[in-house]
């Protein structure tokens, strides 16, 4: 009992039938193998799966993948633009933003998002915007900065 | 010469390219041809006989390949064992999947193997197990009491062992001593919660025999030697690697169920299998830490000497011994209870306590945080009832700066200290004067704001060998390292440990590069495979530069001593003539007389012309074993502001002055404090594992457990100062748990400070918003009767 989604993920379309139950982060992992986008809980909570859908921070464990369908899809894979790394990605590396890299692809996501709404954010509005994504390593010091950083870089 | 990747510099992580594009393979992310994924049906009772389990539905599921309950696969999976055994101590049986009784929710009971995870979930569902609910204990003074449910047959009154250290005479010195402090403290049960839960991927060959387990740990080659002890399969047969990990803090430091069951099964189909805990799953099947429930005093006199420590501890064990379970709340307890303080007279007894609860081990710091916690706690209450600063009973008491070793009364030997300097600098940070003026003003305005101290030693660089099988230890933890200079003159690095965010790829980078005088992109470091490195221990206890850079160390000066006398050869000179730098082989006193590097290696691998006897080849293996633990230390400061009216505290300053030895790359020592902290501010204001009294994890999912998000934390404030330790000879002495070892104690000490008017002694982590609320509105009611 297929449906039949079209997505477009990182800039390329993808047709697939997919189970009416299946995730977005299932669809990209398990279908696409786009594993990059990863799972660290069952609840919505830790934010590791977060991707940009239509522009917009979303935790794909919370998607349907028909839900995706029509939708633009951007996971960590497509943060770079060839081999360039995206300034968020530059910033995490600089800034030593990652410890384990388990909740990284997500916190970079969710900060990118942040940066794209408010492109100059203080010290507590990148803690609130970062407030869906757990990281057990860093204490979130670096991550935080890792994103002004990249806020000055993006600001050229 | 220095460059800018030598030891000691601020190296961004080689290993960071391939997490930051989202090319690094986890263990969700390992799929092979063929492969069958597991889901394992759990207890949803604390305690119960197992009457029946009828696994005939699940079997005849859509997608299903088979279905096994403990019964049927009991022979095969054997029992998991205790890798750390005391005096006198009892060793249950502990079946990966249980087929007589349950023992806590999440037990294992059966096992699923479908072709896809989907479908072996929807047949786990229809698993039918019958239990006879038992009555169930969680607590573990409660589950000592006679009439207590008793969890196996072998441990009278679930007491799995007694456990004694001291020195001195405390009851002698208490008698004495003009002011004696006791307080009864929880050191609450805490679910370690690395970003990736667990996972394993088990294959097999059935023309080989040959085994490969991928999984999620910490510790690869000790999964290899247990797996192998509890299967009976031939050890040289298995092969265990660890992909990337996504982060562990003790709790993939063991051999878990769900490994013996998938490299098992994998045999026994033929065919790969995958299983990837849940969230939910995990914080049932994955070990928690900590909870301890501690009667503990303090003695000395009314100038503020300390005299002695006394500790009575309650450690919850869980409802199996883990792999390491008994040593964490004894040996990493009680050895350090005099911290950095002259301590004459220790006493510390631990009951060791199985209880229906998920089973306890290590969790970052494992038994150290506990220890500090004790010690900082009192020496605040201590001082409070001398009518001493705190800064000052720490002053006072601190052993003098020692560099050749200091024997303290437990028995063991720290090995370089300088206490004071440490807390000075945090003082300082704080400005500590200017504070004391700030709380006045403040509580003269209504706001409660407190400072806390806590000043840590902790035992790292685990371990000698003989001093921790004398105290249990069933392995040896020595390290291991191989060094393969390539013909090309590129170095490839193998060691036994096992990172999991450390980085160890750029710290050992660079020890390879400063000591060999290679460029630091000609090394490459492998780690977490078995088959490449075939020998090791694995990473816990900040032991990875200590003893596993060590190990590096000693193979880069061995390969260096054979580069020398290849050059020496080639050059016609004595070997005691020449010298290496930066790449460079060259005769003393004739600097124009050289061999570069790479020549030196080819002439290694060309062998056309090497000294007589000798065997071609360039590489070297070292098992290094240290002579002592090392003991770092520092002081630890927090600041925290709590709302009167809601009760919620925040963490306005974290002031963190570390002395670790020296450094190998600050840039991490630094981000493994951030983290430390982190995780020790969680601890002191929000973890919490709770537990209903018939044994129910309340707190069973990341929506009950509350994980410190970025807004709960702030902005470190980091110093070091650097005495090194002269056990390994970097001078290095580990880093890895300095932040949860010293960070619960400063927070409860600062919230403590802050009601100190009204009149509050102590207060039970964690701080939570409703606890404070009522600790303030109960100690106002007390001073206004």
Redesign the interface.
Known sequence: MGHEISVTVNGNSYTNVVEPRQLLSQYLRDELNLTGTHVGCDTTSCGACTVLIDGRAVKSCNVLAVQASGADVTTVEGLADGDEYHPIQKAFWNEHGLQCGFCTPGMMITAVDILSNNPQPTEAEIRTGLRGNLCRCTGYHNIVKAVQAAAAEMAG | MTTATSIGKAV??H????????????I??VKLLGMAHAAIVRSPHAHANILNVDVTGAANSPGVVAAFTGADVQEQLGSLPAGWVLADMKTPNHPPIAFEKVRYVGDAVAVVVAETP?AAADAASLVEVDYDVLPAVVNAEEAVKDGAPQLHDDAPNNIDFEWEVGGGDYDAAAAEAEVVVKQRMINQRLIP?????RGVVADYNRATDQITLWTSTQIPHLVRLLFAAVTGHPEQKVRVIAP????G?GCKLYIYAEEVICGVIAKLLARPVKWIS???EGYQATTHGRDHIADVEMCGNRDGTITGIKTTVYANLGAYLSTFAPGIPTVLFGFTLGGPYRMPNVACKVYGVLTNTTPVDAYRGAGRPECTYVIERLVDIFSKETGHDPTEVRRKNFIPKFTDGHEVSTGVTYDSGDYEPALDRALEMLDYGAFREEQRKARSEGRLIGVGLSSYVEICGIAPSAVAASLGAGAGLWESSTVRVHPTGKVAVYTGTSP????HQTSFMQITSSELGVPFEDVEVFHGDTDKQQMGTGTFGSRSVAVGGTALYMSLQKVIDKAKRIAAHQMGVPLQQVSYESGTFYVEDIRERNMSWGDVVGEAYSAKNLPPEMEPGLEAVTFFDPQNFTWPFGTHIAVLEIDQDTGESKVLRYIAVDDVGNVVNP??V??MV??????GIGQGLQEQAVYSEDGQLLSG???DYA?????D?P??ELDRTVTPTDVNPMGVKGAGET?TIACSPAIVNAAVDALSHLGVRHVDMPLTAEKMWRTIRDAKAAQSD
């Open positions: 961004r992580r290993e960071d390219p391939r997490l930051i594009s989202g090319n690094a393979t986890y969700d992310d989907q919660n690395p970003i990736e839960e990337e990990v996504g982060g803090f849940g969230r939910q999991h965010g450390q980085g840039m991490i630094d981000g951030h983290g430390g902290v982190a995780q999912s990341m929506m994980l410190p998000t970025a807004e934390v902005t470190f932040g």
